[in-house]
């Protein structure tokens, strides 16, 4: 054989420096890559962030929480012997300056705060806890109230001064989900306020920095152990944001399986690309042979053509994904930690790079090897005898290829399974498609012949020799999936928007209505709003300690992990009381207590609550309230309307079990269009300062927000698979076009018009898009579920009008794409063709 050196001489004088002939296969890959390059970097970033800032995001090594009461001076004793501790607390509160008032996060810290990290103000200065009589205040709270530094701001009953704005809170992260910019405040504020009378909703934290050599998980175990009735919510600075960490894992997870998914689809484009590149050269093969090139010296040099043109593909999707991650950082900066400006990720690129590489080789073996399987005058005829397919000489590239894919992509998943799964999946698809290619051409080639003659040849064309009807099926069976996948999630996902976030809820939610004072303020609302409806029910919270058959309760203390749906275990959960069966809300099995029922407490739970924990009638609960052990026996079973955006308990609690513990009252305000909101929030701020009022049109606005970002980055990555189903059907088209060059010349010869050539070439095409319509729609479908069901767990809620339209959309660029790609064969001269040939 001929050596690399003048294999690849010969290679460079063949190869145009723009890559005539290989462009599908450098959009393919570039598509593919670029995509694997910009989500490992970024998820990369993300999780290096999360891992590198966690004692910063959480305030310390380890963070204690509890509700509705402060640590003991036990606990307080235990926490102590760990390492220095801040202690604060959390709670919704209402901000006042003047006539405006605003809902805000109050976060009451102790001079030791931040452990970890300093809080800068927007003057530049870096801080910590706020001086007696003054308050650090978020920028949102400065625009609501009008109020700048050195401004007057009353919080409940007391009266303070702004003494800066937040610009950037190191634990902001850490605190998750609120109801309001944060203001933060000396220690003894909510208490000089009024704001933790007994009952009153808050939350305190205890931050505590470990020595290096203490483990954090130990230590959060030992204080579960210690004080198992404590309620403990107790988190380590490995998960210092587990909301965050559960949503970079599951979307990087969903991301990578994109990207492959755009590789596998590239792929079919590769190889439909490196076929038409080589019967393109068909005839320079046959003379290198007849000049005495072996078999291997065809494949060196072709090798290295196409392998030039995949590694010039990767390193630009690699360069692309590498200048997309800032892009992407910017917009999630609000949302996660991640480092502005260019990262790189050496395992992530190198990852995303040998992908590319390995499904190039899968799929471009084959062609390639075949090229140089057959003798100089086999290649020159075969226009007229088309050579045969075998996969025997393929076989060992294919399979290492396989294997190299399968290795890398389990490399470092927290899913094996899915990864498993979905890579098995897509081969099984390329092996029903596969099949079904031949299905369709065994089958035109038994059907009866139709009378019209374009019909006629239009079916032949699908069985005939050489025809390209198995890669067309492929090529149109995952392009056509791709558009039924993107439709059938996007409007899955408007639909849990619309579903999940009420268009009609109440006007306000209030929270610690004092019990005493119920009365007076359903009065003061109707007085200012005359037909606002009110409800109100007591509110507390309280953590699940055990569950489970009378002397067989299972202690959650020693759960080594929480049931799948369990959540209601993890942490403390609303609870409250209720005479009869809470308005939304119907039995399914057992019965309800009588009015004035004084037995042996009871509690109704919601029935998935229990088909997650196998809970049953005459089950027992205990649940710890301020420290407090209380056990209930279950006697009913409830659905709850979650579509309803009302007071919906997982636990309801016959009165006897819990009226007696210290709590408050949450209403909930209903009011007329009609209705005065903005006086009403004036009196009720006035009147009740120790109580927070929520607008839940802003609440309801931030939540669709929140869900259409989470939907925008889901379309946005499967619009990659998308592109690449784009890149293969014309890929395949084209490459279709090529084999018809001579058909259509002979056509002509005959006496063919030209628009019974485009008749033609529309008939086939249209033939095959309809019988593949249906497999394109279950198989979109099919992978639109996992997705959304599995993956996001969101409900299946597709509009199918909306789907099929768009898998009509597909069909016709189908046509549009067959349209486009037949008209420079109609203007191709047949004595010219034919001298080519």
Not at 84 to 108: F, H, W
Request: hydrophobic share 50%.
């Amino acid at each position: 054989m001929i050596s690399w050196g003048t294999a690849w001489t010969i290679a460079r004088r063949d190869l145009s420096a723009r890559f005539r002939g290989l462009r599908l296969l450098l959009v393919c890959l570039f598509l593919g890559v670029g995509a694997l390059a910009a989500i490992g970097t970024l998820t990369g970033a993300i999780g290096k962030e999360l891992t590198s800032r966690g004692r910063t995001i959480l305030g310390g090594d380890l963070e204690v929480a509890v509700w509705q009461r402060a640590p003991t001076a036990p606990e307080l004793a235990a926490f102590a012997k760990l390492g220095p501790v801040s202690t604060g607390y959390r709670m919704q509160a209402m901000g006042r300056a003047g006539d405006l008032a605003a809902p805000i996060e109050l976060k009451a810290v102790d001079p030791r705060w931040p452990l970890v990290g300093r809080l800068t103000l927007a003057d530049g200065r870096q801080v910590g806890a706020p001086p007696a009589g003054q308050v650090w205040i978020g920028q949102g709270a400065a625009d609501r109230l009008g109020i700048t530094t050195g401004q007057p701001i009353s919080i409940g009953t007391l009266n303070l001064t702004v003494g800066g704005i937040i610009a950037n809170e190191p634990d902001r992260l850490g605190e998750g989900f609120a109801l309001g910019p944060a203001v933060i405040t000396a220690l003894d504020v909510p208490q000089r306020a009024g704001l933790t009378a007994p009952g009153a909703m808050y939350r305190a934290k205890v931050r505590i920095t470990l020595p290096p050599a203490r483990n954090p998980d130990r230590v959060a175990e030992a204080l579960k152990a210690q004080f198992p009735s404590s309620g403990f919510e107790v988190r380590t600075r490995d998960r210092a944001a587990p909301g965050a960490e559960r949503f970079v894992t599951r979307m990087g997870d969903f991301l990578i399986l994109v990207g492959l998914a755009a590789l596998v689809i590239a792929g079919i484009g590769i190889g439909g690309g490196v076929s038409s590149y080589l019967e393109a050269r068909r005839g320079a093969v046959a003379t290198l042979k007849v000049l005495g090139a072996t078999s291997g010296d065809i494949a060196r040099i072709y090798l290295l053509q196409i392998g030039a043109a995949a590694v010039a593909g990767s390193l630009a999707g690699l360069a692309a994904g590498v200048l997309v991650t800032p892009l992407l950082a910017s917009a999630l900066g609000e949302l996660l930690p991640v480092a502005a400006g260019l990262t790189f990720d050496p395992w992530a690129l190198t990852r995303a790079a040998a992908f590319g590489l390995l499904i190039a080789l899968v799929f471009a073996a084959p062609p390639l090897l075949a090229a140089r399987r057959f003798p100089a005058m086999a290649l020159l005829r075969a226009r007229v005898a088309p050579l045969g397919n075998s996969w025997r000489d393929a076989a060992l590239p294919v399979g290492l290829g396989i294997a190299g894919i399968v290795g890398l992509s389990l490399i470092g998943t927290r899913q094996p399974l899915m990864v498993g799964g979905f890579l098995g999946g897509a081969a099984a698809l390329l092996v029903l498609l596969g099949g079904l290619g031949w299905a369709i051409r065994t089958g035109a080639a038994r059907l009866p012949r139709p009378a019209h003659p374009i019909l006629r040849i239009a079916l032949s064309n699908l069985h005939r020799p050489g025809a390209q009807t198995g890669a067309l099926v492929t090529a149109l069976g995952f392009g056509l999936s791709a558009f039924v996948l993107l439709a059938a999630i996007q409007t899955s996902l408007d639909a849990n928007i619309l579903s999940r976030v009420p268009q009609r809820a109440p006007d306000y939610f209030v929270l610690d209505v004092p019990r005493d004072r119920a009365a007076e303020f359903v009065k003061a609302v109707q007085t200012q709003v005359p037909g606002a409806k009110v409800r109100t029910v007591p509110t507390m919270r309280g953590a699940v300690l055990a569950y489970g058959p009378e002397g067989r309760m299972i202690r959650v203390s020693t759960l080594k992990s929480i049931p799948e749906n369990g959540w209601v275990l993890r942490g403390e959960r609303g609870l409250t009381y209720s005479e009869g069966i809470p308005e939304g809300n119907s039995l399914t099995a057992g019965k309800w207590w009588p009015a004035g029922y004084s037995g042996e407490p009871l509690v109704s739970i919601d029935e998935r609550m229990a088909e997650a924990l196998g809970l049953k009638l005459g089950d027992q609960l205990t649940i710890g309230v301020l420290g407090v052990e209380r056990t209930a026996r279950i006697s009913s079973l409830r659905r709850i309307d979650w579509d309803s955006l009302g007071f919906n308990y997982v636990m309801v609690f016959s009165p006897n079990a819990l009226a007696d513990a210290p709590h408050n009252l949450a209403a909930m305000v209903d009011l007329p269009k009609a209705g005065d909101r903005g006086g009403l929030l004036r009196t009720l701020v006035r009147e009740f300062p120790s109580s927070s009022v929520i607008e839940v049109g802003g609440v309801l606005n931030q939540a669709r927000d929140l869900l259409r970002q989470v939907s925008l980055a889901i379309l946005s990555a499967a619009s990659v698979a998308v592109l690449a189903g784009i890149a293969v059907l014309l890929g395949a088209i084209a490459a279709a076009r090529a084999s018809r060059t001579y058909d259509n010349v002979i056509l002509r010869v005959l006496g063919a018009s030209r628009r019974q050539l485009l008749t033609l070439q529309l008939a086939e095409y249209a033939l095959l898009a309809t019988v593949l319509a249906g497999v394109a729609l279950a198989l979109g479908m099919g992978t639109a579920w996992l997705v959304v069901v599995k993956l996001f767990e969101f409900d299946w809620l597709p509009h199918w009008p909306s789907v099929l339209a768009t898998l009509g959309m597909g069909l016709l660029l189908v046509i549009l794409f067959a349209l486009g790609a037949s008209l420079p064969l109609l203007r191709a001269k047949p004595a010219q063709a034919l001298r080519e040939l």
